[in-house]
């Protein structure tokens, strides 16, 4: 079963600049590594070191964040829309690697924080 899944603009130039593409699974945790088994682009940005789905990766099924469902386990039917939201954060931090997400001036999404102002 072929599910939506809609793109973040920062996360485009990994699918081929579309806003959405499809993906099978029974699960949202299948959804996301049929994803990015088509567009392998997108692991990186998704998924930390030891595979599990970055804390600042927001994914919805319909308009429900699935931390509140059944996380990755969360069954999908037919019709539904997958949607991944990424935090955006800014401001002082002490740490440079915060984990933080920005999206700079040219949409670009960056997976640490350099929010330091000098």
């Not at 806003?19 to 682009?41: F, I, N, Q, W, Y």
Request: with cysteine; glycine share 8%.
């Amino acid at each position: 079963m072929a599910t939506k899944i809609l793109i973040p603009t920062p996360l485009r130039p990994y699918t081929d600049k579309r806003e959405a593409v499809e993906a099978e699974g029974a699960t949202v945790g299948e959804l996301l590594a049929d994803l990015t088994k088509r567009h392998s682009g997108l692991k990186a940005h998704l998924y930390n070191e030891q595979g599990k789905l970055r804390s600042f990766v927001n994914v919805y099924l319909n308009d429900e964040d699935i931390r509140y469902l059944q996380k990755e386990q969360t069954p999908v039917s037919a019709g539904d829309t997958i949607s991944i939201i990424p935090s955006v954060a800014g401001g002082n931090h002490p740490d440079d690697e915060c984990g933080h997400v920005v999206v700079c001036s040219t949409g670009h999404l960056g997976l640490r924080c350099c929010c330091r102002t000098t």
